[in-house]
């Protein structure tokens, strides 16, 4: 296998398990998000995390041999690719420890439980 063509099959590996990061994101919030500790839930969601690392490691293969082959007269945005790889792992943690509300702060209490006979109605 050439260089070129390695480099073209790594892009194509890292393009298409980012694609299906997405799209099984997708579906695990969709799916039941009113429920984030549904055990099979969290195994599929832990092996998205598990991809979503290997993902990482190809970008960063690719960035070095993008940093290699100078001149190239179309890149890849690694950034980019980062950053979204990164958004989808940020977003799977969130679903499954959503931020908490705070304590509702419930109304003082007066403590005067005495009152005064108004008298006689009309």
């Known amino acids: 296998m050439t260089d070129a063509t390695s480099s ?3 892009l194509k590996l890292a393009i298409a398990l980012t694609i299906g990061g ?4 997708s579906a ?5 998000a009113a429920e984030p500790r ?5 195994e599929d969601i832990a092996l998205i995390e598990k991809q979503l690392a290997r993902i ?3 970008i960063d293969r690719l960035a070095v041999r993008q940093r290699e082959q100078s ?3 179309v890149l890849l945005d690694v950034g980019r ?3 979204n790889v990164n958004n989808i792992r940020n977003g799977l943690r ?3 420890a959503p931020p908490r509300l705070p304590p509702r702060q419930p109304a003082p209490l007066s403590g005067q439980y005495l009152a005064q006979d108004p008298g006689p109605r009309p």
């Open 22 to 25: 997405v799209a099984a994101g």
């Open 56 to 58: 990482n490691t190809v």
């Open 94 to 96: 969130a679903y499954l």
């Open 28 to 32: 695990c919030q969709a799916a039941n």
């Open 71 to 73: 001149g190239r007269r």
């Open 38 to 42: 549904d055990p099979i839930q969290r």
């Open 81 to 83: 690719l980062r950053a």
């Open 8 to 10: 073209r099959a790594g």
